[in-house]
């Protein structure tokens, strides 16, 4: 099976460090700007239901009006699954039809329309141990601005790999205003959390996003959770619960908003609906202080 790698000659690395101490940050192109649409990183640990979230948020935004892109981040491109019912060809896949020259592809080769006309977009990854997840962000970006996509688009969320932090993961927050990471109430998400805001903050010193805060996902409670807050200086955005209509809307290739209707199935609607009402109004920019791992452990880890 044949392979296409990525040319290193592709990447722009910075020689300095200024996203943080030791850095090498892949550095994209400062004239690839989004424009006038809201912008939204969610990130999260490893299958705590960043997409289901990203996905049902989506929903919720085009529910209230707005003309919504939806990019998932993540070499499974399952991100946008519940919206277009399928597994759609990534951007990586679309670029290697043409022999990697993007000025070849059309805007149908990448882009497919979602439930309530959500727009998706897989943005893929390159072969595993070849390539960096920044400079598919940076082509897909590249490529949505070709094709005036964006000008025509008044939210885009990127749904991002697990909690992957590296330089190439973190490349959606060069172009995010807000940063929401999705956290259940228990000591794994949480430490992830606490390693994401270290990421964030480094990233804010140079670009212009801000923590928007976290969505509690999964939980019964949030006891945990808003400990953690209280230290650090983060908020709770939303909070929704482990509920089994929300696994199986998974199963059947559906966002919640397609459900069959339920008095709990409405609580969660209202509440993503509530949520993407907050975020379009703007939400104050936090600034926490992440904690030291040992502190995490001192904090959560014991009785």
Known sequence: MMTTT????????????????????????????????????????????????????????????????????????????????????????????VDFHPEELRLEDFVYEGYNGVMCVEAGGPPAGTGCGGYVVGQTVKLLKEHHLLEETDVVIFDVLGDVVCGGFAAPLQHAQRALIVAANDFDSIFAMNRIVAAIQAKSKNYAVRLGGVIANRSADTDQIARFNDRVGMQTLAHFPDLDVIRRSRLKKSTLFEMEPSPELEAVQNEYLRLAATLWAGTEPLVPEALKDREIFDLLGFD
């Open 6 to 97: 990525v040319p290193v000659s592709a990447l722009k690395r910075r020689p300095s460090a200024p996203d943080g101490e030791g850095s090498v940050q892949v550095h994209l192109d400062p004239s690839l700007q989004i424009g006038t649409a809201k912008v939204f990183a969610v990130y999260g640990k490893g299958g705590i239901g960043k997409s289901t979230t990203s996905s049902n948020l989506s929903v919720a935004f085009s529910k209230l009006g707005k003309r919504v892109l939806q990019i998932g981040c993540d070499p499974k491109h399952d991100s946008t699954f519940t919206l277009t019912k399928r597994l759609v060809p990534t951007v990586i896949d679309a670029l290697e039809t």
